[in-house]
């Protein structure tokens, strides 16, 4: 079994490394761990990305002349604690690795939108969503998925009849 697999039979994933701040983590624990070589969840097929999540990547740190994926096969990332930069390998290797398993957040958000375009139109929904997106981007919100619902519209209740009538 490879490490992907393992690190998902375990409900987790291969380290992910959003930033400095995670890579110098990874090393540390690297470091007392006495591993020179361990696999991170980075991968390609043309575009390297994270294996959980199928993102591109932002933060890299790659060690020089690297990724040379030129050479054929180098698909899986791993990171060398001698210097904490990245190098692309066989996936066939064998490297210790990392699972990593980050609790998730629901959260649900109704809204009202008043309008007079029709709610139920696919163009509107996906712009809705597409404006909303970008809001969470811009307030550093990475890891998220958006849907539409629509709710049946309640009916206004009658008020209630009175137990007694007036004769």
């Known amino acids: 079994m490879d490490a992907k697999a393992k690190c998902k039979a375990q409900a987790s994933s291969l380290a992910k490394i959003p930033d400095l701040i995670a890579n110098a983590a990874i090393l540390a624990t690297m470091t007392a761990a006495l591993m020179p070589e361990a696999w991170i969840g980075l991968k390609t097929t043309q575009l390297w990305q994270w294996s959980k999540t199928s993102e591109n990547y ?26 904490g930069t990245w190098t692309d390998e066989q996936c066939s290797a064998q490297y210790p690795f990392f699972c990593y398993d980050v609790s998730k957040v629901k959260t649900t958000m109704k809204m ?37 619902n629509i709710q049946p519209k309640k009916q206004e209740k009658k008020p209630a009849e009175p137990l007694w009538k007036k004769c």
């Open 58 to 83: 932002a933060y890299r740190n790659w060690q020089l002349g690297q990724p040379d994926t030129v050479n054929g096969g180098k698909d899986c990332a791993a990171i060398a604690v001698k210097n």
């Open 112 to 148: 009202r939108i008043k309008t007079d375009t029709d709610i139920t139109n696919t163009v509107f929904n996906a712009q809705i969503l597409q404006q909303l997106g970008m809001v969470l981007e811009s307030q550093g919100w990475t890891d998220f998925s958006l849907q539409w």
